[in-house]
């Protein structure tokens, strides 16, 4: 395959770059970005390319922005694999891999209509600690519900 085939998207001159996300979840991550291309920002999504490391995966590339940790750590929540470039002036000048939290609060919303973080909603946040990164499963600090991958996915994106 030539480099002209295999480059399907030109390169960004400054912004990010997220690869290694799971097949067909680019769209979730967009969403995760708040859709940066409402705003007027170039977004190129490249969506189920083959991959040595995952066998299929997707990528995007956002003109002109830089994920903050924060969303870096959501990132995580729906591409625990997936890694983030910052690219500056045509170069990565950073290399971030999305890394699952031990624990998160106030992100995700327990789905057990029982639960005091969801009854008692304005004075308790919701808490998850993870139990299982394959599958990926979070459980609830306050009735031990576990969300799983496709709850968590669903809930961000």
């Known amino acids: 395959m030539s480099e002209r085939e295999k480059m399907l ?5 400054d912004g ?5 996300v799971s097949a067909g979840r680019a769209l979730s991550v967009l969403r995760l970005l708040s859709d940066p ?10 969506m189920n390319v083959e991959s040595s490391k995952m066998g299929r ?9 830089e994920l903050t940790d924060e969303q870096i750590q959501k990132l995580a929540l729906i591409a625990p694999l997936a890694s983030v470039n910052i690219i500056r002036s045509y170069k990565v000048s950073k290399k971030k891999r999305a890394v699952l939290p031990k624990t998160i609060t106030g992100v995700l ?3 057990a209509t029982t639960c005091v973080s969801v009854r ?4 308790v946040p919701s808490v998850f600690f993870l139990v299982s990164t394959l599958p990926l499963v979070y459980r609830c600090k306050y009735c031990g519900r576990d969300l799983s991958e496709r709850e968590i996915s669903g809930e961000l994106g």
């Open 9 to 13: 998207v030109q390169k960004i001159s």
């Open 16 to 20: 990010t770059v997220i690869d290694h």
């Open 37 to 46: 291309q409402d705003r007027g920002v170039t977004v190129a999504l490249v």
């Open 57 to 65: 995966k997707d990528i995007l590339k956002v003109e002109g922005v």
């Open 109 to 111: 919303r327990c789905t």
């Open 120 to 123: 008692e909603k304005d004075s």
